[in-house]
């Protein structure tokens, strides 16, 4: 949080970007705070894709967009990565989380046919 604070100070001075830490599963930020919601590469650590998809929903105004950036469970247990720290994600699983939570039109992109990594979106209804 200290880097991105001194990295984007003039936003930050300018009232334009704020950092805080915590929790998918409980943001500390009130209901219908945000347009946008972009997280890459994190979806692995949260608690419960459930739990954190409705949070983004909560803190999401009506017809907010949420964009989930992650590599696929596949992909991830090729890389052997530990399971204690990481756990790994079907896409599937993004999606019926993010509709669970009340998103609409929830879909999987791959940015390219090179890219091993997908794009998961959804609309805050």
């Not at 950092?19 to 890459?40: I, N, Q, W, Y």
């Not at 909560?58 to 990565?81: E, I, Q, T, Y």
């Amino acid at each position: 949080m200290n880097a991105a604070s001194h990295r984007f100070a003039d936003a930050v001075r300018a009232g334009r970007a704020e950092f805080r830490t915590g929790l998918v599963e409980d943001l500390p930020l009130p209901d219908s705070t945000f347009d946008k919601a972009l997280s890459v590469h994190t979806v692995y650590f949260w608690q419960s894709l459930r739990a954190g998809s409705a949070e983004l929903h909560r803190v999401l105004k009506p017809g907010g967009r949420v964009v989930l950036g992650f590599l696929p469970k596949a992909h991830m247990d090729r890389m052997n990565m530990p399971a204690d720290v990481f756990t790994p994600r079907e896409p599937d699983e993004v999606i019926a989380a993010l509709r669970e939570a009340g998103f609409s039109d929830p879909e999987v992109r791959r940015p390219s046919t090179e890219t091993a990594w997908l794009v998961v979106t959804g609309i805050r209804r």
